[in-house]
């Protein structure tokens, strides 16, 4: 180079290269409640009820010509959940909103990700909240999740107790030991005698990784294409094939940020998000110079029969 070349490393005008366009590579799914039903709620406590049959018996033989006899019925049950207020904030400043700037105006972008942030915060409620919250005043109102309704078919470590969604009562944690497909194979049948259809297994990405070594899985290699030049190793599977149907073996990522040892056998039919209120972007007073913004969801989740699905719970980390 000859001497007194003049370079970028000296020029001080030479503009960035700052292109306009915004990356984030935090996981945005929600599986769960996106998978259930949605519906309405009218109420901050929203009621359903519940009901179930008789065992059956072999025994059920009439006399011919015999008068009828009655037997008392049992009436419905009638349970219900809180509804839950989603909430975040944020606020940008006058001079920010005016500058020339890469990328999209703040108030859209804030907008956005503050919604995409109260849907999985919608999501780990849902899931790992082990009891409801009545509120007042001064307390906040929280629903009960899954973890918190699944009573019926609960598998935990030695020592735990199940949730009594009756008496608002959590789980009791018990003593970790590993996700076995023996685990797997009790909670699908439990929760299929009890007359559920199970078509999705909820967990941790974790868990999921330990699921794709169950010998369910021992099929490894797929045979070479046409060239005889690639093959394929069989290491996990998505669709797991248990005695009582297909189900869907899903990794969710909510539940290892909340750090929730548990895994959800579900049956989608039977449960669904009721929304009191939907996501509403309000602008607050003015503050100096600065606008001010509040997103609000509100709503709670429905256990139509939490007898359908099964939690397992205490599982190593």
Not at 83 to 91: A, G, K, L
Not at 172 to 184: H, I, K, M, N, S
Not at 252 to 267: G, K, L, P
């Amino acid at each position: 180079m000859p001497a007194n070349t003049y370079t970028t490393y000296t020029a001080v005008g030479n503009r960035e290269d700052l292109i306009n366009k915004v990356f984030q590579i935090s996981p945005t799914d929600t599986p769960f409640t996106s998978a259930i039903e949605k519906t309405d709620a009218e109420g901050v406590y929203h009621e359903w009820q519940t009901d179930s049959l008789r065992a059956p018996t072999d025994s059920n033989a009439a006399v011919e010509g015999a008068d009828a006899t009655y037997n008392e019925q049992d009436p419905t049950k009638r349970i219900g959940n809180r509804c839950q207020i989603v909430q975040d904030t944020f606020s940008v400043s006058g001079t920010q909103e005016a500058v020339k700037r890469a990328g999209p105006k703040e108030v859209a972008r804030l907008s956005a990700k503050k919604a995409i942030e109260l849907k999985k915060d919608i999501e780990a409620t849902s899931l790992v909240s082990g009891a409801a919250v009545v509120g007042s005043k001064t307390v906040a109102r929280k629903m009960r999740g899954v973890k918190g309704w699944c009573e019926t078919n609960f598998l935990g470590g030695a020592g735990a107790a199940a949730p009594d969604p009756d008496n608002n009562t959590p789980p009791v944690a018990g003593t970790a030991r590993p996700f076995t497909e023996d685990l797997l194979k009790e909670a699908l049948r439990l929760a299929y005698e009890a007359g559920g259809n199970v078509t999705q297994v909820h967990m941790r990405p974790v868990d999921k990784q330990r699921a794709s070594g169950f010998a369910g899985n021992a099929t490894r290699m797929e045979s070479v294409n046409g060239t005889g030049k690639t093959a394929v190793l069989q290491t996990s599977y998505s669709i797991y094939a248990s005695d009582f149907g297909n189900v869907a073996m899903i990794p969710n990522r909510v539940m290892s940020a909340v750090n929730d040892t548990a895994v959800y056998a579900i049956d989608p039919s039977m449960w669904a998000l009721a929304t009191l209120r939907g996501f509403e972007k309000e602008e607050l007073a003015k503050v100096g110079d600065a606008r001010n913004w509040q997103i609000t969801w509100e709503g709670t989740l429905e256990a139509r029969n939490e007898a359908s699905s099964a939690q397992i719970r205490d599982l190593a980390a």
